[in-house]
Structure formats: structure tokens, C-alpha cells
């Protein structure tokens, strides 16, 4: 049951003194069966006043308001969390739902809503058409079509890091043959949604003491994989970016029905465009 600190710092530089609009800051890690979060702190500079509320996902929203202006903005939060998920989970999946396909209940159908229908168009099918690959036979094993899927991504399409904001659509990802653990879980929510499940993006830190996790590195080191809803287990963790299963070593943020939702720091200034000199983001992940 590892204890481990993580300091998320995110530095705005501006060329002259500008006006702060509101920040809205996606930074507390969500409390599970599988992590206790045991503290919580946030450091802003200037000086802020913070709201906090949740959104329709249950997300721990912090909304920054400035009335001082700057030339740089410093945000900082540091969590302190305990790590309890088992390397090897069992997941006790209800005896309607071993095999695919299946059908959800009506109400669990109903709630899933937008969660199982996909986000980007394919007029021609060919997510489709790609994801049909993975189905051996019909029916067949649930979670091994699951895990066949992800693992494909893996296989199929090179990890690569990228500074750059924003995430390739699925099918941009399929044809250039690489992405980063964002394009990774966007391309296997959306071919789970094309099969019929409900799937959700999930965006926060990997645990990685020794450095064998890719996206565990780097400038901005947030985390992105994919929960699947399955009758009786409930929603499983995948992370196609290092074909493993389950929450062992991450730590969920924020949740969402698309990726676009999770961004840990989202704001605005008033002045000109050029006024940004840089922004700067260094995560750390570390044991205590």
C-alpha cells in the first residue's frame, strides 16, 4: 500500500501586467475504494479566491477569481494519496453480461446515456470496421474482447509523446499510426461505444516507481485511459497506453464523457494574444 505525494505546478509568464479572468481547475484526485486521499493543498499566486463545487460527473471543480493583475500566475497543488488497488484484480462480471453481446438493463441503459454512444463521426464505418477485428466469434468473452482491444491499440499504434495541446479524433489516430495516452483512450472509448458499451475518459497521474509506465515521463506528465461499464463488476479500468487492467498505480482526477472535459487548468486574460510569454507544467509523482 504505497503512500505517495504528487505536485502538479502549472506557470503562466505573461510580457506585461494583464487582468486574471476565472480558472477552472480540475486538480483533487477523486477518492476510491482503491485510493485515500489523506491531503490536499493549493497554491496560488496572486492571491485567488477559490470556489469549489462538482460537476454532473462528480469532479471536484475549483473555480480561481483574480483581482489583482500579474505578470505571472502560479498554480500549485499537492496531494498526498494511499494506493490500495491489487496488481491482479478479479472482477466478478454478472453471469448475463460474460459473454458479448449482451444487454444492459433498461435502467442501467438509461443512465449510461450519452457514455455509450460514440462522439465523432464515421459515416463510413471504419472504427467499425477496425474494432471488428477483435470480435473472434459471436458470442464470446466479454472481458477477453475487452483486453483483446486494448492490447491491439498497443500493438497497432506507436506511443508517442506530444507537448502540443489538444487529442487526434479515433480515426486520425488509426491513420497516422501513433499517438500519446490521450489518443490512445480516445481511440478505445470510441471503439467501445461503437460495440455497444458505456466507456468514459478518465485523466489524472500514473504511479510508476520504476519508470516502465509510458506516459509516467516528462513536461506535464498528466495521465489519460478509459473505464468500461460491465454489469456486476461494474466500471473497469483500462489503460491501452500500457496494456494493463485495473487501477493499480493510477490516480483518477476527472471523468468524463469526452476528453476535452478533463483539462486539469483552464482560464483566460484579458490583453493581447501575444502577451503569453510561456507556460510551464511539471508533475511529479513520487513515493513519500
Not at 178 to 202: I, K
Not at 221 to 237: D, L, M, R
Request: charged share 20%.
Amino acid at each position: 500500500m504505497p503512500t505517495i505525494t504528487i505536485t502538479h505546478t502549472t506557470i503562466y509568464r505573461y510580457r506585461v501586467a494583464v487582468v486574471l479572468g476565472p480558472h477552472r481547475l480540475m486538480l483533487r484526485p477523486r477518492e476510491t475504494r482503491d485510493l485515500t486521499l489523506t491531503a490536499f493543498d493549493l497554491d496560488i499566486t496572486p492571491t485567488a479566491r477559490i470556489d469549489w463545487s462538482h460537476d454532473v460527473a462528480g469532479n471536484a471543480i475549483a473555480i480561481a477569481n483574480f483581482d489583482a493583475t500579474t505578470e505571472t500566475l502560479s498554480i500549485r497543488s499537492h496531494t498526498t494519496a494511499v494506493l490500495t488497488a491489487p496488481d491482479w484484480p478479479v472482477f466478478p462480471i454478472a453471469a448475463s453480461a460474460t459473454s458479448y453481446p449482451f444487454l444492459y438493463s433498461a435502467e442501467d441503459w438509461k443512465d449510461l446515456g450519452a457514455l455509450s454512444a460514440p462522439q465523432y463521426q464515421d459515416d463510413a464505418g471504419r472504427l467499425s470496421n477496425w474494432v471488428e477485428q477483435f470480435v473472434m466469434r459471436r458470442p464470446t468473452d466479454t472481458l477477453s474482447l475487452l483486453k483483446d482491444v486494448s492490447n491491439g491499440i498497443t500493438a497497432q499504434i506507436a506511443y508517442q509523446s506530444r507537448e502540443r495541446e489538444g487529442t487526434q479524433g479515433p480515426l486520425e489516430t488509426l491513420d497516422r499510426g501513433y499517438g500519446t495516452c490521450r489518443d490512445f483512450a480516445v481511440l478505445f472509448a470510441e471503439a467501445m461505444r461503437t460495440l455497444g458499451f458505456g466507456a468514459r475518459l478518465m485523466s489524472g497521474y500514473v504511479y510508476a516507481p520504476n519508470d516502465i509506465r509510458r506516459g509516467s515521463a516528462g513536461s506535464g506528465s498528466t495521465h489519460a485511459w478509459v473505464e468500461v461499464f460491465v454489469p456486476g463488476a461494474g466500471w473497469i479500468p483500462f489503460d491501452p497506453t500500457n496494456m494493463s487492467v485495473g487501477s493499480a498505480n493510477l490516480i483518477p482526477v476527472a471523468v468524463a464523457r469526452n476528453i476535452s472535459q478533463v483539462a486539469p487548468v483552464a482560464g483566460s486574460y484579458h490583453g493581447e494574444g501575444t502577451d503569453l510569454l510561456a507556460m510551464e507544467v511539471v508533475v511529479r509523482v513520487e513515493d513519500q
